[in-house]
């Protein structure tokens, strides 16, 4: 039988032995992120308080933030002077504590990482409540835990992960009371993918990716609910359940099957390291290793060794659920560009309604290899719809309102016309077998060059200026696009390759995540997928970031 709240107030107004005024504050001990309940430091968190601080001071004599803490009687007998059965809830007594000795709080640490900041050294003291250890029950200690109060305000990860907790344990009312700590909006996206109105709704395959990282808590401290994950329509979300299916794969591997031993500091010195391919990274993941700073609860030294090979042997740049919402920031305007291609309200995912409009041609076969043709519809759909995806990866700066990182109005001017751009893309569509115009006669768009050309042509006769015939200047454009395209470039080996650089740079992580900058999007815009394979493509895509 759940005990209800009255039932728990009782029960922690009998466990109460009183208030005491501690000045030790390096003493407390918190509970760790695999506590149910419980929340990983987050220096952000640490900074807003201290932001309160200056406004409303540390308020050290309210006793809603006085913190609660258990201890049993014979500790508590051992560490004062005075009668236990002197201490006082209003009234809390001073505690000094002897060396040696701490005091395990059920929350609070964000406040006291504030307090030791802002408080001048001579005045470090805080108020806890204790109660007594052997009266407190699970439900009492949650309860605690999860207290609300103006310094306790808990993250989206952590809020998903403990509603997950009592759902999975057939727990609703814990789940419930989780639940009401988000926004109608944010609870609103979780339903989405946990209660979605469709038995055979592909959100489940989602759904099941999500609850297996719940066994890497550290992984949920960037998690984000409201970036409206369902609302992408990517094809039956197998991107994102891929992407997650990956991150998990990844740290299964990395803490080579040992999930508690993933901390919350070995995450982020970790994730968006690339040793496989980087000199500079396989140093810096031995130097943590070596200071101890990599999984530090794991203190057996083979088990270690185990560890750093894992790490130096991963093959890819691992990932992490801050990786995963990054790189969700460049394929939404992809998502965007093709939703637009598409009828207004067409049904199902992006994926679906291409395939509904795809009719394979024999144009569409593709030599994957000397003797091999690929002839299988599913597979030259799947070639065709890639096909499109990078093409609006290429051109989303154009298409969309989206902008590569350190966009500027000069580097605007260096992106092609809108109109000549979706004229391409639908060309394209065409072209891969696509039929979304009731005309199946679409022409293929100018090059690039007769644009150029016949642009230059109007500069020097403003028609504005001059009387003459626009077809003249698109039959000259087309002959001298003609004759450029029949010469032959010259092969010239690059001294270095793109986008490395013969001096050292600080290793960001926004090199390996998320949305292009200017410094990669334009200088490779010359570069061609046609005549590679699919995994080539991507490959190619990767590596600008990885050589930075």
Not at 19 to 43: A, C, M, P, T, Y
Not at 216 to 231: K, N, Q, V, Y
Not at 238 to 247: P, Q, R, S, T, V
Not at 259 to 278: I, K, M, V
Request: hydrophobic share 40%; proline share 6%; with cysteine.
């Amino acid at each position: 039988m759940v005990p209800s709240d009255l039932d728990i107030a009782r029960q922690l107004d009998a466990a109460s032995l009183g208030s005491v005024k501690v000045r030790e504050l390096n003493r407390f001990v918190f509970e760790d992120i695999d506590v149910r309940g419980s929340r990983v430091l987050n220096q952000s968190r640490v900074k807003n308080i201290i932001h309160r601080f200056n406004h409303e001071g540390c308020r050290r004599l309210d006793p809603l933030t006085w913190i609660p803490c258990e201890v049993s009687k014979s500790v508590l007998q051992s560490l004062l002077t005075v009668d236990p059965k002197n201490l006082r809830i209003d009234l809390p007594t001073d505690l000094q504590l002897p060396e040696g000795s701490e005091l395990h709080c059920l929350q609070g640490q964000h406040r006291i990482a504030a307090a030791v900041e802002w408080l001048e050294p001579n005045d470090l003291w805080w108020n806890l409540i204790l109660y007594d250890s052997e009266k407190l029950n699970d439900d009492c200690r949650n309860r605690l835990r999860e207290a609300e109060n103006g310094f306790q305000i808990f993250s989206d990860g952590e809020i998903f992960r403990n509603v997950r907790h009592y759902q999975l344990r057939g727990e609703e009312k814990p789940a419930q009371e989780w639940l009401a700590k988000w926004s109608p909006t944010k609870c609103r996206d979780f339903n989405r993918i946990y209660e979605p109105k469709k038995i055979k709704d592909k959100r489940k395959d989602l759904a099941n990716r999500l609850d297996a990282l719940l066994v890497f808590p550290a992984l949920w401290i960037h998690w984000f609910m409201g970036t409206h994950l369902t609302d992408l329509n990517c094809p039956e979300i197998k991107e994102l359940c891929a992407y997650l299916h990956k991150i998990h794969s990844a740290w299964v591997s990395l803490t080579c099957g040992n999930s508690q031993a993933l901390d919350p500091g070995t995450l982020e010195l970790l994730h968006g390291r690339y040793p496989r391919l980087s000199l500079d990274d396989q140093r810096f993941i031995q130097q943590i290793f070596h200071d101890n700073l990599a999984f530090p609860r794991v203190t057996d030294p083979a088990s270690r060794s185990q560890l750093l090979q894992a790490a130096l042997n991963y093959s890819g740049i691992i990932p992490s659920v801050h990786l995963f919402f990054e790189d969700i920031k460049y394929l939404k305007p992809m998502t965007d560009i093709l939703k637009k291609v598409l009828p207004f309200k067409f049904k199902g995912t992006i994926r679906q309604a291409m395939l509904r409009y795809f009719i394979p041609t024999p144009k569409n076969r593709i030599q994957c290899q000397r003797t091999i043709l690929m002839k299988e519809n599913e597979e030259l759909f799947c070639s065709a719809y890639r096909q499109c995806f990078l093409f609006a990866m290429r051109h989303f700066f154009g298409l969309t309102d989206i902008h590569p990182r350190g966009h500027s109005q000069s580097s605007k001017s260096q992106s092609l016309e809108p109109s000549d751009l979706w004229k391409r893309l639908k060309f394209l569509l065409h072209h891969l077998g696509f039929v979304l115009d009731r005309s199946r006669n679409v022409k293929a768009p100018p090059s690039t060059e007769c644009i150029a050309i016949q642009t230059l042509l109007a500069r020097l006769r403003p028609p504005e200026l001059f009387e003459y015939d626009h077809a003249i200047l698109t039959e000259c454009s087309n002959h001298v696009a003609t004759v450029l395209s029949q010469i032959k470039p010259r092969i010239i080996s690059a001294s270095r390759p793109l986008q490395s650089a013969d001096v050292p740079q600080n290793w960001t992580l926004a090199h390996r995540c998320g949305m292009t900058d200017t410094d990669t999007f334009f200088p490779t815009a010359s570069i061609s997928f046609c005549g590679i394979s699919i995994r080539q493509m991507m490959n190619r895509v990767r590596a600008l970031r990885r050589l930075r």
